[in-house]
């Protein structure tokens, strides 16, 4: 049974560009959230989608988007990239369908380093 | 939204001692509570969780109690083992159709052997 993946492990880009990066949930499940963690912090929530619609946001610009597949991947894009954005960005997935289905379970993250 | 305090930031144990870590929360609607733990630069993992129709949960040397009517909940670990030296989150699902998780602040953990 495959857990939730990440792609790439690292990243390393400028100010200014723009980097998408990828997630697939665990076997089973169809809903993906994004969070970034900044270092010596807790996760913070990006946003989620669930039938390849964004269903809620946390506060994060509009730099920020994403996109859901059919096969129910995702992936996160942020443009126009600033010194803050540099985080390690984790992805969770879910089946929910009840109080008691929310489990979520995380990948590996993507750290991205902005120069 | 959600806001979720976590305590203490640093915890430092002697091995076979307990350690715990508490959280508070503010949205009286919130009823999942998990706790994960992240060592250096792995992905979260849940250890343990309770739902808001329990007041404890017990898995080995781990619990996790919840008291809805202070809004605050505290994960116990006992027999503490150098293993157990980690960063521990705490996080917290309101009630609302996405069902985000709202994390603490962390806790790093450090059992002395």
């Known amino acids: 049974d495959a857990g939730v993946t990440q792609s790439p492990t690292h990243l390393i880009k400028t100010r200014g560009q723009q980097v998408t990066l990828r997630c697939s949930p665990k076997?089973?499940?169809?809903?993906v959230s994004w969070y970034q963690q900044a270092l010596g912090q807790g996760p913070q929530f990006i946003f989620q989608?669930?039938?390849?619609?964004?269903?809620q946001r946390g506060n994060f610009p509009d730099r920020f988007s994403g996109h859901q597949f059919p096969n129910y991947s995702s992936e996160l894009n942020v443009n126009a990239l600033l010194l803050g954005d540099s985080a390690l960005y984790l992805c969770?997935?879910?089946?929910?369908?009840?109080?008691?289905?929310?489990?979520?379970?995380f990948g590996p993250g993507t750290r991205l380093t902005v120069l | 939204g959600e806001n979720v305090e976590q305590h203490p930031s640093t915890l430092s144990v002697q091995e076979g001692d307990s350690a715990v870590i508490k959280c508070t929360y503010s949205?009286?609607?919130?009823?999942?509570f998990p706790w994960y733990k992240q060592e250096l630069g792995k992905r979260p993992q849940l250890i343990i969780d309770?739902?808001?129709?329990?007041g404890e949960k017990k898995d080995q040397r781990i619990a996790v109690t919840l008291n809805k009517t202070a809004k605050h909940f505290s994960l116990h670990i006992t027999e503490t083992q150098p293993e157990d030296s980690a960063v521990y989150f705490c996080?917290?699902?309101?009630?609302?159709?996405?069902?985000?998780?709202?994390f603490g602040s962390g806790t790093q953990l450090t059992v002395l052997p």
């Open positions: 969770a997935s879910t089946f929910y369908r009840g109080p008691s289905t929310d489990t979520q379970y």
């Open positions: 076997s089973g499940h169809d809903t």
């Open positions: 989608y669930y039938e390849e619609e964004e269903r």
């Open positions: 949205d009286s609607a919130s009823n999942y």
């Open positions: 309770i739902r808001s129709n329990v």
């Open positions: 996080a917290v699902i309101s009630s609302g159709s996405a069902r985000q998780l709202t």
